[in-house]
DNA sequence: CCCCGAACCTGTATGC
DNA sequence: TGCATACAGGTTCGGG
């Protein structure tokens, strides 16, 4: 489900919900939710804490947490596939996908429902520990395009698993990768060295383009699963260009969108507007198919 | 460094 | 209708 902008749109509704509650405990319905911290450590770490900001740094959600004017930790969690957050007033009936049930100010409740059971909502007194292996978020700063340049030409994997790498960028999933390499016009086998100069730019430009918009229109839904904290399915969806397009024309110049697997995702792309690599301009893998 | 398959899970769509 | 299979927005692990 759920990549950068739709973690933002959850970020932003999280950070008007919660700002300012206090937790008044906790309840967890499944275990492995907590990702093999115990529930007795989450609840010393959040009990009687409140909520002040909600940030975030590409898929990750951080929540932080203060007692009295002391800093007193964070939240982190990740949605993976499945994982929604909302807020309900209290008292109310446990859902089947219930994982976790966190209550605020004995009045209401914040609850993370996760059908899949991937997410992971967790404690940590610190943060910083936990994203060092990220990198950069496109839409924090520092995502200059210069560095993102740079950085390309020190690869030779293939662009899709190589953007789809949290350690090198931040953010993207399986949609907006695809959807960023199409408005790039770059084949997804392309080997990440073997981009120019403008090319490398044109990636760095589709990236942010994409995301902003994705953004804009609150993520993409396309199932009951994103859902944002109020309750509304975000709309990119109906401006896809290529993902889950297969065998439709393209919006750019009506060639058939193309499927296949690469790196274990389905990955979509135009042969047209992001023409098939030279064997010098490839990266070892393939597609299965 | 990079790739693959499997694992973690449940629901839905599709085919026989 | 039932049953089997494939596939899904993500990440991590072990092995080659």
New binding site residues.
Partial sequence: ???LPEVETVRRQLDELLRGRVITGAAIHWR?TLGGQTPKAFALGTRGAHFTEAKRH???LLLHLQRGQAEAGVILA?L???GRFFVEPLPRILG??DRLVIELDRTHALVFLD????GRVHFESDAQTVLS?LGPDPLLSPFSCRNFAASLMQ????LK??L?D?SFVAG????YTDEALHRAGLHPLRS?MSLSATEAGSLHAAILRVLKAALSKGG???????RTPEGNPGAF?DEFRV??RHGKACRACASTIQRA??????TWWCPQCQPTPARRQR????F?D
């Fill in positions: 489900m759920p990549e492995r590409g898929k990750n990740h993976r596939m499945t089947k996908w059908v899949r059971k991937f292996g690869r030779r994997r293939a698993p190589l789809l949290q993207l999933g399986n949609i990440a993409s839904s396309f199932d009951q699963f994103y969806q993902y889950g697997v690469l790196g274990q995702r389905g990266s070892g893998a393939g299965k």
